[in-house]
């Protein structure tokens, strides 16, 4: 057992080795200047932020990092209720085309984002959404992962909890909102981890639905930086990956702890 314990400690080393290598040098070359980069050093010959000033001088990041979180923040809170309550319906409650609708929820893992953007962006357009962080917000709002996620954990509480309340005369709200609801926060911050770093890092739908440069989220506007100058500088763009990373790298750091226990309760 103990020789079993190192070799998969010794892999989870090695794999997470693997996996920061790419952050760490990023994290690095944004301290470099161009040549170092160019010359393939990890270690700058001289520290400098100049790149740092450089992306926040010259470039919309601020405008991009505030529609990134607006986007982020407001569409993962708009999941949290609305598939949270759905959850609980398929889960915890008994009505007639309970597992139909469940199936039909599901069916959102079979279709790729792809296949319905252009019906989707037509939509949006027709609403006058483009060039509205709403018109990101909105289509991110049915998740079938989060309803996945959050039915299976709590079909996992036992009922006893709820028949007791039952028998307290609590109804049916008092006894989503001051038993399974509690009961279910590690599952209900797994989503609201998992449905931030999705909005905030997702490329393909803002890239559609923005064509304003102020109204870009940071993933559309670090590729239009980077492709806005024939000779590329890599500093600034280190700098500003590095900024755009830091939301979501704080945000798994403090939500590890609960984002571990949801995920391996739900999937039992």
């Known amino acids: 057992m103990k020789v079993k314990k190192y070799i998969l400690t010794i892999l989870a080393i090695f794999l997470s080795v693997i996996y920061l290598l790419p952050l760490i040098w990023m994290t690095l070359a944004s301290f470099q200047s161009q040549k170092d980069i160019l010359a393939g050093k990890w270690i700058p010959s001289k520290w400098s932020a100049d790149n740092y000033r450089t992306i926040l001088q010259r470039a919309k990041i601020g405008a991009w990092f505030a529609n990134s979180l607006v986007s982020s923040s407001i569409g993962t809170a708009g ?65 079938s992962m989060a309803v996945f996620i959050l039915s299976q954990f709590m079909k996992a509480i036992p009922s006893d909890y709820e028949e007791a309340a039952r028998l307290d005369g609590a109804g049916e709200l008092d006894i989503m909102f001051r038993i399974i609801l509690p009961m279910s926060l590690p599952s209900i911050i797994t989503v609201a981890v998992l449905h931030f770093t999705w909005i905030w890092n997702d490329f393909f739908w803002p890239l559609i639905v923005m064509t304003n440069e102020k109204m870009y989220t940071l993933p559309v506007g670090l590729v239009a930086l980077a492709g806005s100058d024939v000779n590329i500088r890599y500093g600034p763009i280190m700098a500003a990956n590095v900024l755009a990373s830091l939301p979501v790298v704080v945000v798994y750091l403090f939500m590890q702890r609960y984002l571990t226990r949801g995920v391996v309760l739900s999937l039992r």
């Open 79 to 143: 999941i949290i209720v609305i598939c949270t309550l759905a959850a609980y319906a398929v889960s915890r409650m008994n009505f007639p085309g309970r597992k139909f609708l469940y199936f039909l929820s599901l069916t959102g893992f079979m279709i790729p984002g792809q296949a319905i953007a252009i019906p989707l962006y037509l939509m949006i357009r027709k609403i006058g959404l483009v060039n509205n962080l709403f018109g990101i917000i909105l289509p991110a709002l049915p998740s």
